[in-house]
Every structure is written in C-alpha cells, then in structure tokens.
C-alpha cells in the first residue's frame, strides 16, 4: 500500500510495539506530528517542557522497563537539545531511538533556517545514526535502528529524516519483527571452563557486579553464582539491583564512595569476577593498585571492554545471563569459611550509620525506604545525593535505581523520573535531587503536572553545589569559588506556581511528615528538604587513590589532629 513517510513512521513504530514517544513538535517534523494525532489512541505521546526533558523522559522509560526508549523533536535546536540526553543514554548503555527530521533535501548544507547537521553531532555519542533522505529507504532504516538500539550492548540511536521525505509517498509492506536473540556466539567451552577452573582454585573470591547484569536481567543467575561459590558481592552504581541490597552476602558499591567493607574486601581478595562492568576510574581509583592481590575474571557482553581500563586474566565475551547460565553447571559447590568470616568482620567493624540527630541526605533517602517498604522507583540527579541515594536504599530488585553514571547529568532525573512513572503505571517514582540539579530542567514538573504523575520530587537543598563544594573542602583549601546558591529561590512556591503540591522540611519530623502527605497525594509533589551546606558523603577515596585508602570524617579527624600535634 502507498503511504506517506509520516504514516511509515508510526507504522514501523507500531510494528515495534511502541506505546508511548516522548517529544516536543516543530516545522520540520510536523508531517509526524499530524499522522501522529491519527493514532493517539495507539500510542501515547508526552508533551515535555523541553525537549532535553524529552530524550532524559525516553531514556528513564526505557531504563525502568527494559524496552526502547522513544523521543522526537524537530530540526535545529529542537535536534541539538536532545544532545545531553543522547550522550547520556549512550555512556550507560540505554536503548533509544531519537528521530528528528530535518529541513528538506534541497536545503541540506546551505545554512537553512533551523538547520544542522544532527547525525554528524551526535556520530560519536550514538551505536549508530541515519539520515535519511530517500522514502524508499525509511521503512529498513528505522528496523534497524530498532534492531541496533537493542542488540547485544544496547545503546542510542538517532534517525534524521528531511521533511520532504515524510511527505513523499511509497510502497509499504507490514512486516513481523521478529525478537532478538541474546549474544551468545562468542561464549566458547575454552573460556568457559578456565572460568569455571579460576573459581575452583580461589580461596577468596569476590564478585563485582556492573550494569550489565541489569540489562540482562541475570538477578537469579547471580545468586546462585554467589551462594555455589561462598563469595560476598558487591556493585557498581549502574549494578544497583542486580543483586538483592538487603541479602547477607552483599557489602555495598565499589570504589570512590564505596563501602569500606567493598574498598577493603576487593582488595583483599585472590580472584575478582567482574561481571557486565567497565571498570570505570570512579570505581578503580588507582588502576595500578586496584584489587592487586587477585587474579581478575571479567563477563562482559562487549569485547571492546575487556583489557580496556585494566589488564584481566581471563574472560568470557556474551549476554551476562546467558554466560552465567552455561557456566554454573561447570562449578561445584564451595565453602570459604575463613574469607566469610572475615567480610562478617568488615561489615561488624564498618557499619552504614545514619545520623541520629538533624536533617541529613542520608536521613531522608532512609525514610523514603522504610516508607515505601523497598518497593518505589528510585531515579537521582548527579551528586552528593546521588550517592546517599545508592547507600541508604536498599535495592531489591533490577530497574530499580535510574542513574547518570557514565554521563554524570545533572538535570536527568526529573525526565527520567516522568519516563519511569508513565512506563510504570500506578508505581510510585522518587527523584531524589540537589537544589543545583533541581534547577537545570526544573521546567519539567510542568510537565508532571500536565500528564497527573505520581511523581515526589525530594530537593536535598543545601544550598550549595554539594559535592562541588565536598571537593573544594577536602582537596581545594575551601575556596568556595561559585558554588554557592543562597539567591532566595523558593522551591515551594515554583512548584506551586506548576501546579504541584510543594511542601518543606526543615527537621527529621517535619520530613515524615511530608513524606506521609507526599505519598497520599495522586500527582507531583515537591519536598524542599533543608539540609547542611557542609554535610558531606563518606567514605571517599581521594582522586588517583588506592580504592583500600577509604576515608570518613573519623579517619579525617584523627589525620587533622595528628597534623596538628
């Protein structure tokens, strides 16, 4: 049948199963826009209040339900203000597929109104990109970028389409898409069993666990690893999840602001599997000393990452899950008394603690927990917060915790958090911010406003760029140099103004209590939490350092006065 390029597009996402695209309409993809007004009752789209918001909402959704994330906008700076979403998704491996369209063939590179090159923007931050400037060649152009988006490591891929393409007609032929297999070409018997004879001859293993075990959903496969082998786990920022936060062989996240517990036992052990992570320099700190005394095993779906950061001593190329799957029946059940006993000793000698007196981050992000049982979503701007967030929450389940990890946006996780409540209907979402991420597309609880979603926006607001500031003190002789935010900004009243709910917090009872009103309301509410400008993320390893020279304030107090004397 003949059809528009406009009519393709929303056929080709339909056959994808596409229910909802997030996006911000223009003149160049206004053809789009009007085949997709045919169809709101197939697919749903959102309206955000900037089309940043848009690429950040696509990728919360497909974070938090494992399927593509899809965002439109239009030509020119439409195009280019998905840029940081894009790059974002790209650094942690999130299946989007951004289309735009651009100005029409004719006009390409002569400086027209609202044009730019967006394909060749975004080369380096995307799996892949097209423009397409040939109607005949839309329909297998948008399959594959699908099929790309999805494949193996999963990442972001763009789709530029001239005007005058979504306005020319030609055939179209409905086709079946067909479900993509998991990687498993390169998973060999040779890898296989020197996995499985490493394992056997450890005698104190640790399993490290990175966002590839989330995306590929290996949460029960990982168990029975840990329990087969008696090895403690721990994770990655982007492997919050994978491996159940509240279960007894967990010690918390690796590196800057690891655990001591993580920091100490990694680098105390014989053999590291470090499955579906990259091993970035935020967890390694000195590559050189990290995890020096043992033999390092990495799983990982991607061969680019092996012997990238670090040198490893064996590997095993494949879908995590699917690794795991052919490897545990090549093990055999283990004990590692005297090395449990030992991570025991860690947990007993460096306990979470929580402050007992004042309003904290690590207060309200545990409050959140036990209000909401361990069961909401949990999405985090960039910061101080964002690691009391992965600390005091104890994730459960994969999908759980949306995060900037790779990217490090601030401003992602208002979008994100309206991506995961439409992907997550009746699902109660948490962004957990800091008042300097709150204002980068604070624009956005219109749009949770606008669409009636159970949204809470929790601002830590110290009035200070937080973790900025953390490191002018510790390291910058506390030259404060513009990260001071005390202009009178009233958060309450702008997210009244949006028309949320805005409450605010200056003590531990005045957040429960808010909490409490936050979690009977139906739509976006705002808690401005007031906390100290100098409350600071412990532990912390210093930038370069040995991830085993974990500091608190205790460890800092003691080397301050010993200076002194």
């Given at each position: 049948?003949?059809?528009?390029?406009?009519?393709?597009?929303?056929?080709?996402?339909?056959?994808?199963?596409?229910?909802?695209?997030?996006?911000?309409?223009?003149?160049?993809?206004?053809?789009?826009?009007?085949?997709?007004?045919?169809?709101?009752?197939?697919?749903?789209?959102?309206?955000?209040?900037?089309?940043?918001?848009?690429?950040?909402?696509?990728?919360?959704?497909?974070?938090?339900?494992?399927?593509?994330?899809?965002?439109?906008?239009?030509?020119?700076?439409?195009?280019?203000?998905?840029?940081?979403?894009?790059?974002?998704?790209?650094?942690?491996?999130?299946?989007?597929?951004?289309?735009?369209?651009?100005?029409?063939?004719?006009?390409?590179?002569?400086?027209?109104?609202?044009?730019?090159?967006?394909?060749?923007?975004?080369?380096?931050?995307?799996?892949?990109?097209?423009?397409?400037?040939?109607?005949?060649?839309?329909?297998?152009?948008?399959?594959?970028?699908?099929?790309?988006?999805?494949?193996?490591?999963?990442?972001?891929?763009?789709?530029?389409?001239?005007?005058?393409?979504?306005?020319?007609?030609?055939?179209?032929?409905?086709?079946?898409?067909?479900?993509?297999?998991?990687?498993?070409?390169?998973?060999?018997?040779?890898?296989?069993?020197?996995?499985?004879?490493?394992?056997?001859?450890?005698?104190?293993?640790?399993?490290?666990?990175?966002?590839?075990?989330?995306?590929?959903?290996?949460?029960?496969?990982?168990?029975?690893?840990?329990?087969?082998?008696?090895?403690?786990?721990?994770?990655?920022?982007?492997?919050?999840?994978?491996?159940?936060?509240?279960?007894?062989?967990?010690?918390?996240?690796?590196?800057?602001?690891?655990?001591?517990?993580?920091?100490?036992?990694?680098?105390?052990?014989?053999?590291?599997?470090?499955?579906?992570?990259?091993?970035?320099?935020?967890?390694?700190?000195?590559?050189?000393?990290?995890?020096?005394?043992?033999?390092?095993?990495?799983?990982?779906?991607?061969?680019?990452?092996?012997?990238?950061?670090?040198?490893?001593?064996?590997?095993?190329?494949?879908?995590?899950?699917?690794?795991?799957?052919?490897?545990?029946?090549?093990?055999?059940?283990?004990?590692?008394?005297?090395?449990?006993?030992?991570?025991?000793?860690?947990?007993?000698?460096?306990?979470?603690?929580?402050?007992?007196?004042?309003?904290?981050?690590?207060?309200?992000?545990?409050?959140?927990?036990?209000?909401?049982?361990?069961?909401?979503?949990?999405?985090?701007?960039?910061?101080?917060?964002?690691?009391?967030?992965?600390?005091?929450?104890?994730?459960?389940?994969?999908?759980?915790?949306?995060?900037?990890?790779?990217?490090?946006?601030?401003?992602?996780?208002?979008?994100?958090?309206?991506?995961?409540?439409?992907?997550?209907?009746?699902?109660?979402?948490?962004?957990?911010?800091?008042?300097?991420?709150?204002?980068?597309?604070?624009?956005?609880?219109?749009?949770?406003?606008?669409?009636?979603?159970?949204?809470?926006?929790?601002?830590?607001?110290?009035?200070?760029?937080?973790?900025?500031?953390?490191?002018?003190?510790?390291?910058?002789?506390?030259?404060?140099?513009?990260?001071?935010?005390?202009d009178g900004v009233d958060y309450v009243m702008l997210a009244q103004a949006m028309g949320a709910k805005g409450l605010r917090a200056t003590s531990q009872a005045e957040f429960e209590a808010c909490l409490e009103e936050a979690m009977e309301t139906e739509g976006p509410v705002l808690i401005d939490v007031i906390v100290g400008s100098d409350d600071k993320v412990w532990p912390m390893v210093a930038p370069?350092?040995?991830?085993?020279?974990?500091?608190?304030?205790?460890?800092?107090?003691?080397?301050?006065?010993?200076?002194?004397?």
């Amino acid at each position: 049948m003949q059809l528009t390029g406009a009519e393709i597009v929303i056929k080709c996402l339909l056959e994808q199963k596409v229910d909802t695209v997030f996006g911000y309409p223009g003149g160049a993809i206004l053809n789009v826009y009007d085949e997709l007004y045919k169809h709101s009752d197939e697919i749903r789209h959102v309206l955000t209040s900037h089309e940043q918001g848009a690429s950040h909402a696509a990728d919360g959704y497909a974070r938090s339900t494992g399927k593509v994330g899809v965002c439109f906008a239009t030509s020119g700076p439409g195009a280019t203000n998905l840029v940081t979403g894009i790059a974002t998704a790209y650094m942690d491996s999130v299946p989007m597929v951004a289309i735009t369209c651009n100005v029409t063939v004719p006009l390409l590179g002569k400086d027209s109104f609202q044009e730019v090159d967006i394909a060749g923007i975004t080369m380096p931050i995307t799996k892949h990109n097209f423009i397409v400037k040939d109607v005949d060649k839309l329909a297998q152009t948008l399959r594959r970028a699908f099929k790309i988006a999805n494949t193996g490591r999963p990442g972001p891929v763009l789709v530029d389409i001239t005007k005058d393409v979504t306005a020319s007609l030609c055939e179209y032929e409905e086709v079946v898409i067909p479900k993509i297999p998991r990687n498993v070409e390169n998973i060999t018997p040779a890898d296989l069993e020197t996995a499985a004879s490493m394992i056997a001859a450890a005698k104190k293993p640790y399993i490290f666990v990175g966002g590839g075990a989330v995306i590929s959903g290996a949460t029960e496969e990982l168990k029975e690893l840990a329990d087969t082998i008696d090895a403690p786990v721990c994770d990655s920022l982007m492997g919050k999840g994978a491996y159940g936060g509240v279960l007894p062989r967990y010690t918390g996240m690796l590196g800057m602001h690891g655990t001591k517990v993580s920091n100490l036992g990694v680098s105390s052990c014989d053999l590291l599997i470090a499955i579906g992570t990259r091993f970035s320099d935020r967890v390694l700190g000195n590559p050189k000393t990290f995890a020096k005394n043992a033999k390092v095993l990495q799983i990982d779906v991607d061969p680019a990452e092996i012997n990238k950061n670090i040198v490893v001593d064996a590997q095993i190329i494949g879908d995590v899950r699917e690794v795991l799957r052919q490897l545990l029946p090549k093990l055999k059940k283990q004990e590692h008394k005297d090395w449990m006993r030992y991570i025991e000793g860690l947990k007993d000698k460096f306990p979470t603690m929580i402050p007992k007196e004042g309003l904290t981050g690590p207060f309200a992000i545990d409050a959140i927990y036990r209000k909401t049982q361990g069961d909401a979503l949990i999405v985090t701007e960039v910061g101080q917060h964002q690691m009391w967030a992965a600390q005091y929450y104890n994730f459960s389940r994969p999908r759980q915790l949306l995060t900037s990890g790779g990217l490090g946006t601030m401003g992602y996780g208002l979008g994100a958090a309206i991506g995961a409540a439409v992907g997550n209907p009746g699902k109660k979402v948490f962004n957990i911010a800091g008042d300097g991420c709150f204002r980068m597309n604070m624009n956005e609880i219109a749009t949770a406003t606008r669409n009636k979603l159970p949204i809470v926006e929790v601002v830590l607001n110290n009035h200070v760029l937080g973790m900025v500031r953390q490191w002018q003190d510790l390291f910058y002789g506390k030259r404060y140099s513009n990260t001071v935010l005390d202009d009178g900004v009233d958060y309450v009243m702008l997210a009244q103004a949006m028309g949320a709910k805005g409450l605010r917090a200056t003590s531990q009872a005045e957040f429960e209590a808010c909490l409490e009103e936050a979690m009977e309301t139906e739509g976006p509410v705002l808690i401005d939490v007031i906390v100290g400008s100098d409350d600071k993320v412990w532990p912390m390893v210093a930038p370069g350092a040995p991830i085993s020279d974990c500091f608190d304030d205790v460890d800092l107090r003691e080397k301050n006065k010993k200076e002194d004397d």
